[in-house]
C-alpha cells in the first residue's frame, strides 16, 4: 500500500521485564493480519504493512465502535486508479498486540471504506498498522509457524544460516537493491519497496517496454491501493536477486502508468516486493540498524503460479461466506466454459464454499495445470453445474 502521509515518530513498547513477545497472525491471500486492541475496546483486525506510514483505519464503523474522535481532514493519496481519499486524523490512540503497547498514536480514519478488504480477505478487517511498529522493534516474522517476534532492537539473534541485506528507510517505508533479469540478459540494479501488506511477489513500475514483445501477458486486477484498484499486466521476469538469492521465472504485477501517483510519489523506486517472495523466507526487519535478515524456509524452491481459472471474487453476505465472481478474464478457462460476473461459486468438487475460507479457494484455482473442478453456480436463481479445468496462463 502506498501514502503520501509522513507520520509523526511514535512507538511501541514491550511490557517490562520482556525482551520478546511472540505473537500469532493469519495469512490470508498473502495479507498477514493480526489481532489488536484499541483504546481497550476490540479485538480488531489489522493487516501489518510495512508500506504505509500513519496507522490507516479502513472501516469507519470500527471508529465509532472503539470510541474513536477524529479532527483535521487530510488527504490519502497511493498506487490505484480513482480520486484520492479523504480522511481525518485521529490522535492520542493507544494499541495493543499482545500486551506490545503503543501509546499517544495517530491513525488515518478513512471518511469510507473504499478497500473492502473485508469483502477480499474473507474475515472481517479494520485497518492497516506499519511504520509505527517497525519503527519501534525489531520484528521477526516466521510464515512456518504465522508468528511475529516483536523485540527490543538489537535482542534478535541473527539467523545462522541466513543472509543480511541493507535497507534504507525513507519517508518511512523501507527499501533494498535487488537485481532484475527482465529480457534474458544481464540484470538490473532495481530499487524496490519491501511491502508486507502486497501479495504480489514483485511489482515493477514503468517496465512494460522492456519485456520481450514474445512474452505472455494477461490483464487483470493487480490488488488494491489507497485510490482503488491496481490494473495492469501480468508476466513474469527471468530472474530475480535479492542479495545471494536468486528466483527463475518469478510472476511480476506491471501496472498502468498513472503519471498523477508518479507525480506525488517523491520517493525514486523501480516497483516493490511482496509477500509472494518474502514468505518463502524467515525475516527480521531492523529498521533501527537499516538490516534485513533472511532465511529460507520450506516453500523457498516452490514454483511461482499464478490463478488458472481466470476469475476474480469476493466474499460478501453477513458472514462473508458467499462467493461472488467480480470478473472473468477474455479467453481464460472460465470464459470458455461461460461463468459470468455476479455468478455465486457456491461448491467446488461437491464441498460448500461455507465450508471453506477464500484462501482455500484461492489454493484450488491456482493448484495446476489441467485440473478439471466441479463447480456449482448460482445464476439467476437457479443452480447450475459447470466443470471447469484449469489452464496455466503466464
Known amino acids: 500500500m502506498v501514502m503520501a502521509y509522513a507520520a509523526n515518530a511514535q512507538f511501541f ?9 511472540v505473537v500469532p497472525f493469519k495469512l490470508v491471500r498473502n495479507l498477514l493480519i493480526v489481532s489488536v486492541r484499541v483504546g481497550g475496546r476490540g479485538p480488531f483486525n489489522f493487516i501489518v504493512d510495512s508500506g504505509v506510514g500513519i496507522i490507516v483505519i479502513t472501516d469507519p464503523a470500527m471508529a465509532d465502535s472503539a470510541r474513536i474522535n477524529t479532527k483535521r481532514r487530510i488527504q490519502l493519496s497511493g498506487l490505484g486508479e480513482g480520486s484520492d481519499l479523504e480522511a481525518s486524523i485521529a490522535s492520542g490512540l493507544t494499541f495493543d498486540i499482545d500486551g506490545v503497547r503503543g501509546s499517544n498514536l495517530s491513525a488515518a480514519v478513512l471518511n469510507k471504506d473504499q478497500f473492502g478488504l473485508s469483502n477480499y480477505a474473507g474475515m472481517p478487517v479494520h485497518g492497516l498498522i506499519g511504520y509505527d511498529l517497525f ?38 517505508k523501507p527499501y533494498i537493491e535487488a537485481g532484475v533479469n527482465v529480457d534474458g540478459k544481464s540484470p538490473d540494479v532495481a530499487r524496490l519497496l519491501i511491502d508486507f501488506g502486497a501479495g504480489h511477489p ?53 501496472p498502468f502508468d498513472n503519471p498523477q501517483v508518479a507525480a506525488k510519489d517523491r520517493v525514486n523506486r523501480d516497483g516493490s516486493i511482496g509477500l509472494g517472495i518474502l514468505n518463502r523466507f524467515a ?3 531492523d529498521y533501527q540498524n537499516n538490516m534485513m535478515y533472511l532465511k529460507p524456509s520450506g516453500n523457498y524452491k516452490k514454483p511461482f503460479e499464478h490463478d488458472m481459472s481466470g476469475l476474480e471474487y469476493y466474499a460478501d453476505g453477513k458472514d462473508l461466506h458467499t462467493i461472488v465472481i467480480s470478473r472473468v478474464e477474455p479467453g ?63
Open 13 to 21: 513498547e514491550l511490557p517490562e521485564g520482556k525482551k520478546r513477545v
Open 135 to 172: 519503527n519501534s522493534l525489531a520484528v521477526k516474522l516466521s510464515f512456518s509457524d504465522t508468528t511475529i517476534t516483536l523485540a527490543r532492537p538489537g535482542s534478535i539473534k541473527e539467523f545462522k544460516r541466513g543472509y543480511k541485506i541493507p535497507i534504507k528507510i525513507e519517508q518511512n
Open 202 to 254: 514483485l511489482m515493477l513500475e514503468n517496465a512494460l517496454h522492456k519485456l520481450p514483445q514474445d512474452r505472455k501477458f494477461i490483464q487483470g486486477n493487480l490488488g488494491i491501493g489507497l485510490t482503488g484498484p491496481v490494473n495492469g499486466l501480468l508476466s513474469r521476469v527471468d530472474e530475480l536477486d535479492i542479495g545471494k538469492y536468486k528466483f527463475k521465472d518469478v510472476i511480476t504485477s506491471l
Open 283 to 285: 525475516v527480521i526487519m
Open 332 to 394: 481464460s478457462a472460465a470464459d470458455d466454459i461461460g461463468l459470468r460476473k455476479d455468478d455465486i461459486i457456491t461448491a467446488v468438487n461437491f464441498k460448500p464454499v461455507a465450508e471453506m475460507t477464500i484462501q482455500d479457494i484461492d489454493n484450488i484455482f491456482k493448484s495446476y495445470n489441467d485440473r478439471s473442478l466441479l463447480l456449482d453456480i448460482f445464476r439467476d436463481k437457479k443452480r447450475q453445474r459447470f466443470i471447469l479445468t484449469l489452464k496455466r496462463r503466464i
